[in-house]
T-cell receptor
Framework: SQTIHQWPATLVQPVGSPLSLECTVEGTSNPNLYWYRQAAGRGLQLLFYSVGIGQISSEVPQNLSASRPQDRQFILSSKKLLLSDSGFYLC?????????????FGPGTRLTVT | KNQVEQSPQSLIILEGKNCTLQCNYTVSPFSNLRWYKQDTGRGPVSLTIMTFSENTKSNGRYTATLDADTKQSSLHITASQLSDSASYICVVSPFSGGYNKLIFGAGTRLAVHP
């Protein structure tokens, strides 16, 4: 069966510090991968998605970047965090070539920028 | 503009009671609608998914309905349990023939009290 992992589970970082969140998927090959951010009282906002190694599409301009160094690894980064980067970050995957609305979510990372 | 509106924002009910959550959408063209349950601090988990031709879909004590003409959906929870306390998110996928971007509602936060 497929599983998706995210770490860390929680993170408190000062403004201006760098960020690296990691997501890995097991049990499937060449998945589509997604990063979402969930702000309090708001719907999930798609940040990035990837259909393959090194292939990243950005949905909204922001202070964040994403990379996919390996088939089942997706990384969300920032060089300098802003207060507005605080939120709950979710990674998701879907089957390559399958319907992209069939997405499975990871457990999330709670980021607090102080 | 593709949007998903959910009501109420929050709801408190007593254990054993029923409740109904609402979702209105303006997504067009429409592909499918899904209800997710998200426990606090966790990733969303799919409850039901319906295409435009389906009027109702059940998953245990959860029953979702869809009226594609009025663009409304509801999620009915029967005989609520304490474990039903969570956020319930309505997600609509537009039909695009390729990548199906998901449109998320802000969710309804349900609290079930003993």
């Amino acid at each position: 069966s497929q599983t998706i992992h995210q770490w860390p589970a929680t993170l408190v970082q000062p403004v201006g510090s760098p960020l690296s969140l990691e997501c890995t998927v097991e049990g499937t090959s060449n998945p589509n991968l997604y990063w979402y951010r969930q702000a309090a009282g708001r719907g999930l906002q798609l940040l990035f998605y990837s259909v393959g190694i090194g292939q990243i599409s950005s949905e909204v301009p922001q202070n964040l970047s994403a990379s996919r160094p390996q088939d089942r690894q997706f990384i969300l980064s920032s060089k300098k965090l802003l207060l507005s980067d605080s939120g709950f970050y979710l990674c998701a995957w879907s089957v390559a070539g399958g319907p992209t609305y069939e997405q499975y979510f990871g457990p999330g990372t709670r980021l607090t920028v102080t | 503009k593709n949007q998903v509106e959910q009501s109420p924002q929050s709801l408190i009910i007593l254990e054993g009671k029923n409740c109904t959550l609402q979702c209105n959408y303006t997504v067009s063209p429409f592909s499918n609608l899904r209800w997710y349950k998200q426990d606090t601090g966790r990733g969303p988990v799919s409850l039901t998914i319906m295409t435009f031709s389906e009027n109702t879909k059940s998953n245990g004590r959860y029953t979702a309905t869809l009226d594609a003409d009025t663009k409304q959906s509801s999620l009915h929870i029967t005989a609520s349990q304490l474990s039903d306390s969570a956020s319930y998110i309505c997600v609509v996928s537009p039909f695009s023939g390729g990548y199906n971007k998901l449109i998320f509602g802000a969710g309804t936060r349900l609290a079930v009290h003993p």
